[in-house]
């Protein structure tokens, strides 16, 4: 009989774990370096699954032919799911990125351009309990749409850390 109101009890929270909050605070002020691009963010948490990002990074080339590095603005929309608890996240979205890029061609004088495409997230984040801090490990590809050539950026795997409130 033991056996069977542990087994009820332990269906009952993981049957809460999807019904309670799956983050345990409202605004996220960050910190992010990772492959392609490092920079700043603010996160706020809209529902239970549901979060708005916006950030501002510095992106810096990845190979010697592509030499172009600059300044972007992101805004992307965030899905998040609890895997142990509501301290531990896994999260992906999507969005959009605009910016100003210095591009430099070989035996061309450095041209500065504007730029838009499309970005990707997917990540876990871990909220300290006991203090207003989150630390999460992200891969965040994006699309460059224009401004020379269509190009995909592959390898932007980087670490977080934010200031929950």
């Known amino acids: 009989m033991k056996s069977i109101r542990i087994v009820i009890v332990a269906a009952c929270l993981f049957a809460a774990s999807f019904i309670s909050n799956a983050q345990n ?21 809209w529902s239970d699954w ?10 810096y080339p990845v190979d010697a032919l592509d030499m172009r590095y600059g300044n ?37 004088e ?15 984040e871990y909220k300290i309990p006991i203090a207003p801090v989150a630390i999460s ?3 965040r590809p994006f699309f460059n749409l224009f401004p020379v050539k269509p190009r995909f950026y592959l390898a932007n795997l980087g670490l977080g850390l934010k200031l929950v409130f």
């Open 25 to 45: 605070y409202d605004w996220a002020l960050g910190v992010r370096g990772g492959g392609n691009s490092s920079g700043v963010s603010l996160k706020y948490v």
């Open 50 to 59: 549901y979060a708005l990002e916006l950030g501002y990074d510095f992106v």
């Open 72 to 108: 972007q603005f992101s805004m992307i929309n965030i899905w998040n799911r609890p895997i142990i608890n509501f301290d531990f996240i896994f999260f992906y979205g999507v969005g959009i990125h605009g910016g100003s890029y210095l591009i430099k061609k070989e035996g061309e």
């Open 110 to 124: 450095q041209k500065s351009r504007f730029g838009a495409g499309l970005d990707w997230v997917a990540g876990l």
């Open 137 to 139: 490990l992200e891969y």
